[in-house]
């Protein structure tokens, strides 16, 4: 394992050089000086700039999307999403950081093993991780540099076109089938940090990703989300929570290995839990409480002392309303979830059950919807000791007591599957974000009422993207003013496709 975080630490060193650049036409790599390198290793470095690095987790993951998403909240103004006003960087931060380092690195690994010939798990495990990265872009940003992506010094295109995101879905899903067929019994091995080495792993994530793409699909394409949803179903999809989709990161060596949002919380005392995450998790009595939050004045986790902070609200708004101040309030249990070696989740099995008991519901398996669901919620309460060492493992008694306690209701079911599918994406925001907007559940209230924020970009409207960097505009002129003519204006309200009302 040491050795893997050294060539990790080494490969971290080599791609220093294009950590940030401004336009696409600095952000490739001559790929006949990459193609030295053995791919394997190549992949490491992918698997962790996908993780990220503090800048865009701080900014795109927590500062955006966990307070759009009312997960947390804060009083202090640069906690833009919090006041719906913009702040250009912020909001373009995985745009500016996942082109010139996880899209770069992706597509010359895809390159590099196609000029090699190979076919198998290699290129299978590409081909599905390329589709991890893009979804995430297009999710955030709607049309997006997609099928040119990556290609200036492979194709010599330095102002890729962007593709629209129905255009853009349709060849991911049919990427994650071609990438779940190549994977064989040939191993990645180490250099796999996700499943270290597991291809039986892989194939069930193949078809979980293909599920969650499908699901996302249901208001733009419902004929097209049912049938991918029912391939990847027949698939195969995560059975545990041992098939958790995941890095483990570690304190060294330095560079790029740390946790992102780990390094916010040693960087940033700022955010809080949000009022409305708080009482979902009190009013059912939820384990899950004391294990994700702390009180930010003395640490403690007892229920009765956790208090969630309001959304949209200054210190000094806070205090002329309720008269308290930010400390009073709960914060993310740092004891057990703000250290930078801890883990960085990208799909659960408690997602993928409770899209399996949505799928249920709507008739497209023969699944039980209430069995699914349960399956979501147990998964979603016990992963936690398992991906936090610090966190108090829930036992199956706790787990069952809640469900009898607040037991699934078939008359509400797309309210308490995707309230429950919030709560089990909370760190993973981009997520959160996005299954917020298809679904509308949890019931967000736009902050501010007679209290919005002064200079806010929506009207108080809950933002529904990340907008496109403004230099675009300037550097990729035609391809920016078609994208915008298609998709609409470059604001954080204008919706991505599949996002109808």
């Given at each position: 394992m040491k050795n893997i975080y050294l060539i990790v630490f080494v490969f971290s060193i080599i791609f220093t050089s294009c950590e940030f650049d401004e336009g696409f036409e600095e952000m490739n790599v001559d790929p006949t000086k990459?193609?030295?390198?053995?791919?394997?290793?190549?992949?490491?470095?992918?698997?962790?700039?996908?993780?990220?690095?503090?800048?865009?987790?701080?900014?795109?993951?927590?500062?955006?999307?966990?307070?759009?998403?009312?997960?947390?909240?804060?009083?202090?103004?640069?906690?833009?999403?919090?006041?719906?006003?913009?702040?250009?960087?912020?909001?373009?931060?995985?745009?500016?950081?996942?082109?010139?380092?996880q899209v770069k690195e992706i597509e010359d690994i895809i390159y590099q093993l196609t000029e090699e010939g190979v076919t198998g798990t290699q290129m299978g495990v590409a081909k599905i991780w390329r589709s991890f990265i893009y979804h995430r872009l297009t999710d955030l940003y709607?049309?997006?540099?997609?099928?040119?992506?990556?290609?200036?010094?492979?194709?010599?295109?330095?102002?890729?076109?962007?593709?629209?995101?129905?255009?853009?879905?349709?060849?991911?899903?049919?990427?994650?089938?071609?990438?779940?067929?190549?994977?064989?019994?040939?191993?990645?091995?180490?250099?796999?940090?996700?499943?270290?080495?597991?291809?039986?792993?892989?194939?069930?994530?193949?078809?979980?990703?293909?599920?969650?793409?499908?699901?996302?699909?249901?208001?733009?394409?419902?004929?097209?989300?049912?049938?991918?949803?029912?391939?990847?179903?027949?698939?195969?999809?995560?059975?545990s929570n041992d098939d958790i989709a995941y890095i483990q990161h570690t304190l060294g060596p330095a560079g790029i290995n740390k946790n992102g949002h780990g390094e916010v919380f040693t960087a940033d005392g700022n955010m809080r839990m949000s009022k409305l995450f708080i009482e979902f998790l009190q009013g059912g009595n939820d384990p899950r409480l004391p294990i994700l939050a702390a009180r930010r004045s003395d640490g403690s986790t007892d229920p009765a002392n956790l208090q969630g902070m309001p959304n949209g609200l200054t210190s000094g708004a806070l205090e002329a309303k309720y008269g308290t101040k930010s400390d009073v309030y709960a914060e993310p249990n740092r004891t057990v979830l703000g250290g930078e070696d801890t883990a960085m989740v990208f799909q659960t099995y408690a997602e993928v059950e409770l899209l399996k008991a949505e799928a249920a519901t709507r008739g497209w398996s023969s699944g039980d919807a209430e069995?699914?669901?349960?399956?979501?919620?147990?998964?979603?309460?016990?992963?936690?000791?398992?991906?936090?060492?610090?966190?108090?493992?829930?036992?199956?008694?706790?787990?069952?007591?809640?469900?009898?306690?607040?037991?699934?209701?078939?008359?509400?079911?797309?309210?308490?599957?995707?309230?429950?599918?919030?709560?089990?994406?909370?760190?993973?925001?981009?997520?959160?974000?996005?299954?917020?907007?298809?679904?509308?559940?949890?019931?967000?209230?736009?902050?501010?009422?007679?209290?919005?924020?002064?200079?806010?970009?929506?009207?108080?409207?809950?933002?529904?993207?990340?907008?496109?960097?403004?230099?675009?505009?300037?550097?990729?002129?035609?391809?920016y003013e078609a994208a915008v003519s298609r998709q609409g204006p470059n604001t954080l309200t204008t919706r991505v496709w599949w996002d109808k009302p």
């Open positions: 990459a193609a030295a390198i053995d791919v394997n290793n190549k992949f490491a470095s992918a698997f962790l700039r996908t993780s990220g690095g503090r800048y865009e987790n701080w900014r795109t993951s927590l500062i955006y999307s966990s307070q759009i998403i009312q997960h947390m909240s804060s009083t202090a103004t640069y906690w833009t999403g919090n006041f719906y006003t913009l702040n250009q960087g912020y909001s373009t931060s995985l745009f500016d950081r996942a082109y010139p380092e709607g049309d997006i540099p997609y099928s040119q992506a990556g290609k200036g010094y492979i194709e010599g295109v330095l102002k890729p076109a962007y593709d629209a995101q129905q255009d853009i879905y349709l060849s991911m899903l049919a990427d994650i089938e071609s990438g779940i067929g190549m994977l064989g019994a040939d191993t990645m091995g180490g250099s796999d940090l996700i499943f270290q080495g597991s291809v039986d792993k892989w194939k069930k994530f193949g078809n979980s990703l293909m599920l969650r793409l499908a699901m996302r699909l249901t208001k733009a394409d419902a004929a097209t989300a049912q049938a991918w949803a029912q391939k990847a179903i027949s698939g195969g999809t995560m059975t069995t699914h669901y349960n399956n979501g919620v147990k998964a979603a309460m016990q992963m936690l000791s398992m991906l936090y060492p610090n966190a108090a493992a829930i036992s199956d008694a706790e787990a069952e007591a809640y469900l009898a306690a607040n037991p699934y209701d078939a008359s509400k079911a797309m309210e308490m599957i995707h309230t429950q599918y919030w709560a089990a994406t909370f760190l993973n925001e981009y997520e959160a974000f996005a299954n917020w907007r298809r679904t509308g559940f949890p019931t967000l209230q736009p902050f501010g009422g007679e209290d919005v924020y002064p200079g806010n970009e929506t009207n108080g409207e809950i933002p529904r993207r990340m907008i496109w960097p403004n230099s675009e505009a300037s550097t990729n002129p035609e391809n």
